[in-house]
């Protein structure tokens, strides 16, 4: 089985790092030439895909693959791999399944309340609303070629590297205080293992919330990865009056408590990492922030 991925980043890396070889080939877009011949490897081929350079050789592998995960965001224009290979991913004979990581900010703000994939999507964020608009992109070319598409809505992604822990560390981590402010969380490893669930499960495709079991108050989670680093916690500090990005301040925009039932319903999917506690506790233990 085939597999092209558009956008190697974060989370199709850490999916092609435990589940690669499962695949006869792995294909997978960057965005220079310098970062392919960086990556290129047994067992994985990377590609340039960008608005500079498209790789000759892509074509190629959309006809080839049987199944597409795309990983690349919404740019000015919309989604790019629609834009530039929509028709010729309509086309593709081979191909048995795409699935597309998007983000639980489609939901938009919802006041704390528990919310699941049936809720109504009213996005905020121009961002989301570009989430929104890629989703049904492709929900309508899958249709028409009568593939079947998972779409995975991703909460905040953490994991080796980008978690809070490392904050600390680098001494960027605060404790911003918003009453009432809760996220979900989602450990990288149980996002490569919710795609590979998708495309082993064999079921005719739908939309998930790929998240942890407790939406908790940011500041609980910096608390906790102080706790286990054994150091004091950054000063509580009032989110209505601390110094932030425009997008750093549009997060908190938004509160709601995001389910991850479907998933595990109908995927009979266990998360390896339930809460925040568990997920920063393996991350420590394999030597983050330390």
Same mark, same amino acid.
């Given at each position: 089985?085939?597999?092209?991925?558009?956008?190697?980043?974060?989370?199709?890396?850490?999916?092609?790092?435990?589940?690669?070889?499962?695949?006869?080939?792995?294909?997978?877009?960057?965005?220079?030439?310098?970062?392919?011949?960086?990556?290129?490897?047994?067992?994985?081929?990377?590609?340039?895909?960008?608005?500079?350079?498209?790789?000759?050789?892509?074509?190629?592998?959309?006809?080839?693959?049987?199944?597409?995960?795309? =990983?690349?965001?919404?740019?000015?224009?919309?989604?790019?791999?629609?834009?530039?290979?929509?028709?010729?991913?309509? #086309?593709?004979?081979?191909?048995?399944?795409?699935?597309?990581? =998007?983000?639980?900010?489609?939901?938009?703000?919802?006041?704390?309340?528990?919310?699941?994939?049936?809720?109504?999507?009213?996005?905020?964020?121009?961002? =989301?609303?570009?989430?929104?608009? #890629?989703?049904?992109?492709?929900?309508?070319?899958?249709?028409?070629?009568?593939?079947?598409?998972?779409?995975?809505?991703? =909460?905040?992604?953490?994991?080796?590297?980008?978690?809070?822990?490392?904050?600390?560390?680098?001494?960027?981590?605060?404790?911003?205080?918003?009453?009432?402010?809760?996220?979900?969380?989602?450990?990288?490893?149980?996002?490569?293992?919710?795609?590979?669930?998708?495309?082993?499960?064999?079921?005719?495709? #739908?939309?998930?919330?790929?998240?942890?079991?407790?939406?908790?108050?940011?500041?609980?989670?910096?608390?906790?990865?102080?706790?286990?680093?054994?150091?004091?916690?950054?000063?509580?500090?009032?989110?209505?009056?601390?110094?932030?990005?425009?997008? #750093?301040?549009?997060?908190?925009?938004?509160?709601?408590?995001?389910?991850?039932?479907?998933?595990?319903?109908?995927?009979?999917?266990?998360?390896?990492?339930?809460?925040?506690?568990?997920?920063?506790?393996?991350?420590?233990?394999?030597?983050?922030?330390?």
């Amino acid at each position: 089985m085939n597999i092209l991925i558009f956008g190697l980043g974060f989370s199709s890396a850490a999916f092609v790092a435990r589940h690669g070889g499962a695949f006869s080939n792995v294909t997978g877009t960057v965005r220079s030439a310098e970062k392919a011949a960086r990556l290129r490897q047994p067992g994985l081929t990377p590609l340039v895909f960008s608005d500079a350079q498209v790789d000759v050789d892509l074509p190629r592998a959309i006809a080839q693959a049987d199944v597409i995960l795309l =990983s690349v965001p919404p740019d000015a224009q919309g989604d790019p791999v629609l834009r530039v290979f929509g028709e010729k991913i309509a #086309a593709a004979q081979a191909l048995s399944r795409i699935v597309y990581l =998007s983000t639980v900010g489609v939901y938009g703000d919802h006041a704390g309340a528990w919310i699941e994939e049936d809720t109504p999507v009213r996005p905020v964020a121009e961002r =989301s609303h570009a989430r929104l608009v #890629a989703e049904q992109g492709w929900q309508r070319l899958a249709e028409a070629a009568g593939v079947p598409l998972d779409i995975l809505r991703l =909460s905040g992604i953490y994991g080796p590297g980008r978690n809070a822990l490392v904050a600390l560390r680098q001494g960027t981590a605060k404790r911003l205080i918003k009453p009432g402010q809760v996220f979900n969380r989602i450990h990288v490893e149980d996002i490569a293992d919710a795609i590979y669930a998708c495309i082993a499960g064999g079921l005719p495709g #739908a939309i998930y919330n790929v998240t942890d079991d407790e939406p908790a108050p940011p500041q609980d989670v910096v608390a906790f990865a102080a706790e286990l680093l054994g150091v004091p916690p950054p000063p509580e500090t009032d989110f209505a009056t601390a110094q932030l990005s425009p997008m #750093a301040r549009s997060f908190y925009g938004e509160n709601k408590r995001v389910s991850n039932a479907r998933i595990k319903r109908d995927l009979g999917f266990v998360f390896a990492h339930k809460t925040y506690r568990e997920g920063l506790r393996a991350l420590h233990a394999a030597g983050e922030g330390l």
